[in-house]
């Protein structure tokens, strides 16, 4: 039954004071590094999937110019989903320092879904697997335990996790507490690398501005000292554009997350559609596993119970599903498949309404609802250039989390009823038929 559009339906929200907020809520402490033994890992690494393994750098570049601002490093994971890491050196990050998620995903490789706590000595890392894919951002490096038991508990709030790892002293049913160091001296130690600036027009235009220079510098001296006293000395002003390309950055015309969003209507449907044909198309002797569908497209596992692979290839290839890809691990015992979706339109929807009155609204909703939900919010800022600058806020937002039965076609009133809302990850379970939605909502200043 679909969702009733009344509960929606705005009512006057009372004004709050942001200076009265609790400063633990306008920020999430996090570190970039830690120690395990006598090696530094990198962690807190922004994880996306991989389209092309053959080609990964045009995405990595596109993800990093427009997606994460001063990333400079990158890393591919070398087997298993296709995925990519960004990192930046700015906040800790090194070019050769190993990434911590490749270790213990290698590590794990038996066991597709895991949610993990590690206590380290720069504090808590917190690391989710689902699928065989490292969740976007739930590979952090929390400076402070209950960040990371925060983050923790929500999680576990999603059922059929492998592996539940937390610290014993937390006392959480169903947990383990196991040694970072010996899982991480199991699993492969794949590096940082540098993210090589490729020429841009900008670059181009640089150049250029030097060869004129250059060229204006030669013609000066040959003018001057080698063309003989007949020679009109006369002193050419270098070209305008040098002075041009130096003034050309502005900040205030730096693109908005909200000015490109993926419609969240049309991502709900497709997801929607392409897990309605997964989940009629059986599979003799293999099980199909959780579904994730981002704005890059759907990916999924099946694992083998019975039977062969050829099974699973002949079914795919009867049911024609189009566009999917599947592979298959070393042993053979698991399959993972991509979808992508390539004609989601995008739209420009500017925010409306601030983060406060947001939290207060999506509160109330689900409150109406009796249905729970996870809320934070997030402040971006530009990093200092100057020695001594003070950053700059760009915008901020409220993320949710909420696990629901009722299927994308009837959120469609919710989706539709916040401007700047983005939906970043729906994951549906084929045993439960339990759909889990994340998403974010843009604030205005």
């Known amino acids: 039954m679909a969702l009733d559009d009344d509960v929606f339906a705005e009512e006057p929200i009372q004004e709050v004071d ?43 570049r596109e993800t990093a110019e427009n997606v994460l601002d001063n990333a400079d490093l990158y890393v591919v994971r070398p087997s298993g989903m296709p995925q990519y890491g960004l990192g930046i050196s700015s906040e800790g990050h090194r070019s050769g320092m190993p990434v911590a998620a490749l270790g213990l995903v290698d590590a794990f490789s038996d066991v597709p879904s895991s949610v993990s706590v590690f206590k380290v000595p720069e504090g808590w890392w917190f690391i989710a ?184 290839k002949t079914a795919l290839k009867v049911y024609n599903i189009k566009n999917l890809h599947f592979s298959v691990s070393e042993d053979g015992r698991t399959s993972a498949g991509t979808i992508p979706f390539n004609n989601i339109k995008k739209i420009s929807s500017p925010p409306t309404m601030k983060t406060n009155d947001i939290m207060t609204e999506l509160t109330d909703i689900f409150q109406a609802l009796n249905l729970p939900i996870t809320l934070s919010i997030t402040n971006v800022q530009t990093e200092p250039t100057q020695k001594n600058a003070l950053p700059m806020y760009l915008y901020s937002f409220v993320s949710f989390v909420f696990s629901s039965e009722l299927p994308p076609a009837d959120w469609e009133s919710f989706f539709n009823s916040f401007a700047s809302l983005e939906i970043t990850d729906i994951m549906y379970n084929p045993e439960s038929n339990v759909w889990k939605y994340e998403g974010r909502i843009y604030g205005r200043k």
């Open 129 to 312: 697997i689902r699928n065989d894919l490292i969740l976007s951002e739930e590979d952090m490096l929390f400076l402070h335990e209950e960040d990371a038991k925060k983050n923790f508990i929500s999680m576990m709030a999603v059922p059929d996790w492998g592996r539940k790892i937390a610290p014993k002293e937390w006392g959480i049913d169903g947990t383990e507490e196991l040694d970072i160091g010996e899982i991480l001296s199991r699993g492969s130690k794949v590096k940082l690398q540098k993210l090589k600036t490729e020429f841009s027009p900008k670059n181009i235009v640089y150049i250029a501005a030097i060869v004129l220079a250059l060229g204006w510098l030669a013609y000066y001296i040959i003018s001057n000292y080698f063309g003989g006293d007949e020679v009109i000395r006369e002193v050419i002003a270098p070209p305008p554009i040098i002075k041009q390309v130096v003034d050309k950055p502005k900040i205030q015309n730096e693109p908005m997350p909200w000015d490109s969003l993926v419609l969240s209507t049309e991502l709900a449907s497709s997801c929607a559609d392409a897990i309605k044909i997964l989940t009629t198309s059986a599979v003799p002797g293999w099980k199909l596993g959780d579904i994730n569908c981002k704005a890059t497209g759907l990916s999924t596992t099946w694992t083998l119970e019975w039977g062969r692979i050829a099974f699973l």
């Open 18 to 60: 942001p200076s009265k907020l609790n400063p633990a809520e306008e920020e999430a402490p996090w570190g970039a590094t830690m120690t395990v033994g006598n090696t530094v890992y990198a962690a807190s690494i922004f994880w996306q999937p991989l389209q092309d393994p053959d080609n990964p750098l045009p995405e990595v």
